[in-house]
């Protein structure tokens, strides 16, 4: 099939070659994927290193990057023109029945011969749009190559990144010359952003089209040609790389041995350009506007780094018209020094710079010059719009163009006052932009044009249009005439009324009534179309149709009423297809009924076709008539047919029915072949093997059937039914004759047996013996007696008893040819279980039936564990260890008699007879005493043996309590003591006792527990009664507690005073105070005062409340000693009692002369100086410091010297 598609040739390969817009329409129809209806597809093939550039439908552009084959659909059908960029031609050849388009450079093509203001017309881009099933996928997804044109797999689009594209195209204004820049405000913005877009996609996504290869560097890659560079369209020149402006061009080889005075020269060659002045404004007019400039110049210094400088630059032009700081347009491309720019807006503010370009390195762009272009006459209007009209009158009204810097003043309005002879004369002139024009010809043309006109001159005139007036009504018009007629639908045309001018716009109105329907006739359609196709109608039904022509002026009268039939629809598939009577083996009759749904028509024909096999899909016709039933012959026995059945009307062929699947009747199949022998015949079992029938009968064979019977009679039983064909008869007598014979079935029934088959078994092992008899003797033993069984052709040799008290658990107890066995060591009231085998040479032969055997009752086992129990176990709280013993034992075997007692033997007393209780307290023992203890069961049949002797001791008698005395007291303690013995006995005596006190609430408290004699109870009130009592125990228990004790503790004397101090009052007196004392429980105190001269006896100089004493008669040169205590006077009945506290430290003190000579101020203070001595715990406090100071010592010592 010939296909379309678009090539590229000859034509230098460049990273920055623009995008091109080309389709070409293919000459045959193809169906593509997934689409039914015909397309006009066209193959565009996108070489690799270049791009193809669409717009979508919602108005977004597409790149696309070679290698790729793009399919495209051109929607109208239409073939569009091929457009390519500047500087190439377009030229097609045809190869094996494939148009193609090569692309190729124009050798003439100058960068600046043609400026990219003046774009050649050409429709825009969406009318070429891509097919929607083949739209490219998202960027991300990779693709293969395609191998050549037409290849449509879903392979062609490769990945794809935005490479440059072109700027895009404004649309033409009015009066046919293309706006420079003329987008709105959201399309620029729009334009904008996908540039941004386009470039950032350029720079991220280059390095990824080949992740093997790394980046070419900026230094080893030139341009050859400017051309190659521009192409006529700046946008196409991009790619900074670390600041400089590099050209890439596929096919090149890379140059490695450039240096770094390369990278100088770029920079200095990019500052070079960058020094160029802004250009100059020459001959503005109102469309256009000459602009010169001057080569970029060398810094005035002369500090130039270019080595050569070239002699040619390539200059852009880039023109604003939103002011300095808007969006720069491409207006020139080229190497000369001026140029002039056309299809410029007049009386619109320009700005306006050029920027030099030199081996792909940009310089930056001058200052911009700006300037305003001039105004002029306005644009060519757009041609005037009818907006009302009678017979005679025709209002038209017209829109303002662009007036191009001054205000329209007025407007021409001319026609050609209907002459249709081309000549047009004025019929308005004025500022108003509608115009009534009256005394018109009814049904006439008239031609109008319009122009517009200001100050600087008038425009020109507008495309001419014809209007109508109004006529007068339609005439009658013919019938409709049927065209053609569906199920559900017609088709009817009409003919425009006889006499109507052309130029009258008549529409028409349908009217359809419907048969029987009562509702007369309604409108159908419409319009100014002459023909429509009536739909959802009912079908082989009559309807009127009539039609009425009408215009502005009126309706027509409607038409002669023309009769229509829509026609039949095919009938409905016969339904009910069933077998009738009775299936036979070769024929059967089948029945169905006619369909719901006739279609509108009669039934002319029932066709029956029929199919061999449950899957057959050979259908053969069989019966074509109009009766309902046909009876199917010839037919193969037990084989599956199918049926189905169609019939035929004037509307058609029906569908086919539901498929009727039938058997014929099967025949019971033939005689088999005898089985014969597998193997060697067993005593018991045998082998058998057979084949399929020569005969099935027309059905598969479901199963067999083996009979069996011994030789010499004709007692025949079956032995095996079912679908193999081999078999294993068991349950057979060994050493026997039998005949065996065999016969088949199918669904229609057995059929006759074979030929007789004789086989004989081998010997076997004896038959099964009779149940042994068994009889008890006593209750531990029996004699087992059996009987001969048949022996199957061989003698028993010897016979097998098994034995046991369960009867899964039996073991072998005899073997032998005995007849008889003894049985002993039995159990009494205990189940056994026997059973007898016979064997020969043959085998061994089956067990015979259990028997059961019960052995006779007897007196009860011995007791067994026997022991005693402990006191913990024991509820009784009358239980004494001492004269009382307890016992326990596990009930033994009863031997099939329950037992009534059990007889406690406990030496030389009377054995004690008890109940059926396991356990039992001997009281009324002596303490201290052995026993030998045993146990003998009772029940109705005797005594049983006594069990085990055991050996049980009763405790002891507890002790009694011992005398409680009180050895020491305070008045905080009391010191108990009680029996003989030490105060700390060991924790093994046998003797412990239990100290117990009364407390507040009357209740008696454990104080001591424990094996001594003395015990100390602390913390005390004084002058307190206190109750005690004891309790001595041992091994047997514990004893009764004793009387109830009562002591009191004593009042406590009050606390040691401090040592007294001594104030001297002179040679012969001093006074003596000592610290006061509060009063004990109200009982007031009083103190005591002693004094001692050298070393004889204390003398109480003082007794009383007071806490000084003045101390007279001192003696002169002597010593005196003093000490105080403090006196208790307690309070008691009949009187008071004073309780004396202990005495104080003692105090010295000398009496000297004061007038004594002396040797100084010293010895006079030490002679009067008070001497004191120490108290007992500040010589204890002493004592331990110094103790403490010289283990410190020790330890250092053993440190240094003796371990290190």
Known sequence: MPSATICEGNMQKSSFFHPFYADVLEYNYYTMTNYIQKSKVILVQVNPGEAFTIRREDGQFQCITGPAQVPMMSPNGSVPPIYVPPGYVSQIIEENGVRRVLVLPQPEFHPGSHSPLHPPPHPPLPAFIPHPAMMPPPPHHMYSTVSGAGDMSTQYIPQYHAPHVFTEQDSHSPHGRPAFVHRDERTSKTYERLQKKLKERQGGSQPKEKPSSPPLSPQ???CSSPTDIQ?????????????????KIKGSPRIDTESEELDEDSKALQALLSNISKPVVSDIQARTVALSWSPPLAPANGDSDVAC????????????????????????????????????????????RVQAVCNCLHGSPSDAVSFTTLSCEPDTPSPPRKTNGTKSTLVLQWKAPCDNGSKIQNYVLEWDEGKGAGAFEQCYYGPQKQYRVTKLSPASRYCFRLAAQNDMGI???????????????????????????????????????????????????????????GYGFKPRYDGDELACTVKNLRRSTKYRFRVAAYNSEGKSSPSQAVELHTCPDKPGAPCRLAVKGKVHASSFKMAWDSPKDDGGSAITDYIVEMAEGPNGNKWEKIYSGSVLEYTCERLKPGCVYQVRVYCVSEGGQSPLSETLQVQSLAVPPGPCVPPRLVGKPKAREI??????????????????????????TEDYREVFQGPELECTVISLLPGRTYCFRLRAANKAGYGPFSDRCEVTTA??????????????????????????????????????????????????CYCGPALTHEMKGLLPATTYFCRIQAVSVAGAGPFSDVVLCVTPCSVPAAVSCLQAMEESELDSPHFCPSTCLAVQWDAPCDHGSEITSYCVDFGDRQPLSVGRTTSYV???????????????????????????????????????????ECTAYTHQTLKLKWGEGPAKALATDSIQYHLQMEDRNGRFVSLYRGPCHTHKVQRLSESTSYKFCIQAFNEAGEGPYSNVYTFTTPRSPPAPLKAPRIERLDDHSCEVSWE??????????????QSMIGNTDFKQIFRGSATSFHVSGLQLNCEYRFRACAIRQCQIPGGSQDLTGPYSATVSFSSLRNELPSSGAKSSADATRTKRTLSDEQCAAVILVLFAIISILIAFVIQYFVIK
Request: aromatic residues 8%; proline residues 10%.
């Open 231 to 247: 192409n006529g369209s700046p946008g196409a020149t991009t790619g900074l790389v670390k600041g400089k402006q590099v050209c």
């Open 763 to 812: 010997p076997g092992a004896p038959d099964q013996c009779r149940a042994p008899h068994v009889v008890c003797k006593s209750p531990t033993c029996a004699v087992v007696s059996w009987e001969v069984p048949a022996g199957n052709g061989a003698n028993v040799t010897e016979y097998r008893m098994e034995w046991g008290a369960a009867e899964g658990s039996m073991q072998s």
């Open 687 to 712: 082998q058998l093997r057979w084949g399929h029938p020569q005969v099935d009968g027309g059905c598969p064979v479901s199963c067999y059937s083996l009979e069996v019977c011994p030789a010499q």
């Open 922 to 964: 001997i009281e009324n023992l002596q303490p201290d005493t052995s026993y030998r203890i045993r146990i003998q069961a009772l029940n109705s049949i005797g005594a049983g043996p006594f069990s085990h002797t055991i050996k049980l001791k009763t405790k002891p008698l507890p002790p009694g309590p011992p005398r409680l």
């Open 220 to 222: 080893k890659n030139h």
């Open 309 to 352: 400088v070239p002699e040619t630059f390539l200059y852009e032009v880039t023109v604003s018209y939103s002011g300095k700081d808007g969006k720069f347009k491409s207006a020139y491309s080229g190497e000369e020094l001026s140029a002039t720019l056309e299809d410029l807006r007049p009386a619109t503010d320009y700005h306006a």
């Open 459 to 517: 425009s020109g005139f507008s495309e001419a249009i014809d209007f109508y007036t109004s006529g007068s009504v339609p005439a009658t018009p013919d019938s409709p005439e049927l065209v053609r007629a569906g199920v559900t639908w017609l088709c009817v045309q009409w003919r425009r009324p006889a006499g109507s001018p052309a130029e009258d716009d008549i529409a028409y109105t349908l009217e359809m009534e419907e048969e029987n329907s």
């Open 1076 to 1089: 006061a004392v509060p009063p004990m429980k109200g009982d007031p105190i009083i103190y005591s005062l």
